[in-house]
């Protein structure tokens, strides 16, 4: 055996040696980035006295460490003030954050001016999308967009008062837009069926109303609204609660399909459309311009899936079996209505028509004597019509009937 040999042999029998006596090394920690970011905001309820301490924000435990980046843009923190949280979940279901940026709890709103004092200078009340906003000498007015006369729009930052309106800090003068929808933000203060309040501000919930997230007091929240004429209630079109989990995303779905089977009835319930399970509620939208919503019409669905089920989010019927003379579109003014719930016949127009449990109705808030009303309804052997839905129109300048 050479040297060199010999010396490589040797090297061998060492190295082997200490891979023997080396101890097993402790598995590896997991690697934080690996967790999604859940990202949220809300009004700060508790501030840690000590440095480590948990936050607790929108009744939430943050954990916070050395390597979390805590931002203060609104001097000092406070309880009641909103912060953006960036967190992830750890092993034991609490939250860590890796940065807590702390804001003023200014509500935005954005809407029509419907009156303004008479001061010169802007003091005094304001009536912006129905909502009192008193502006004070130190609000900070700017006309760059648009002069802030009544007709125009305005987006007013406003600090909620322990009693009376708003107070505005800032507001910009907007032209009026063509899809004139208000918009709100700010922090949940109570939420039912059919009523939230954001910051002071009520909002009307209906069975049309699209909600991204779920409600809880002390969490953040957008809302796009309609300003209904006479009450000057806001009525919800979509509520965005700010609170994102990578990981409880639905996951959205697209499909064409014959549909094959529907509830009993009703529409609501379970569909069955190009050979898979489809759940259909109030808030599913539902477009049957093109044709009724019967077995054999061609459909497009739109939704998400959560496991095994599939839930519709729209579904926008295609020409379908139903189509043709028997088929009929026409709008009008409601000249009568069935007493109690509203199912009976309807005289829209000069037809009347039959509306019942399988009938899907929109606006079903604005249906009254003197509302204009959109028909798609089936005619019967008898020459009768059945409504396959029924659009109300929020009240406004009555269109020309059609036939």
Known sequence: MNHKSSFAWLLTVVILAAIVLVPAAPALAEDQSMRPEIKFSGVVNTVPATPGQPWVIAGTNVAVNAQTDIRLAGGAVAPGMWADVTARRQGDGTLLASKIVVLPPEVRLRGPVQAKPADLNGVGDWIIAGQTIAVTADTKISTRGAALDVGNWAEVFALQQAAGPLKAVRMLGLPAPEQQIVEVYGAIQSFNLTNWVLSSIPVTVTETTTIMGVPKVGLLAQASAQLQEGSNALVAEHIRVMWLDPSQVRRTVQFTGAIEQLPGGNLNGAWQVGGRQVTV???????????????????VVIGWQEGDTLTAAQITVMRGPAWGEDYVHFIGPIHVLPAGNLLGVWTVGEHQVTVNAGTRIEGLRFARVGAVAQVGALTQADGSLVAAWVR???LGPAPTPTP
């Open 392 to 394: 109300v129109l929020p």
């Open 281 to 299: 509620s109030d808030a599913t939208t539902v477009h049957q311009e093109r044709g009724p919503a019967v077995v054999g019409a061609q459909a």
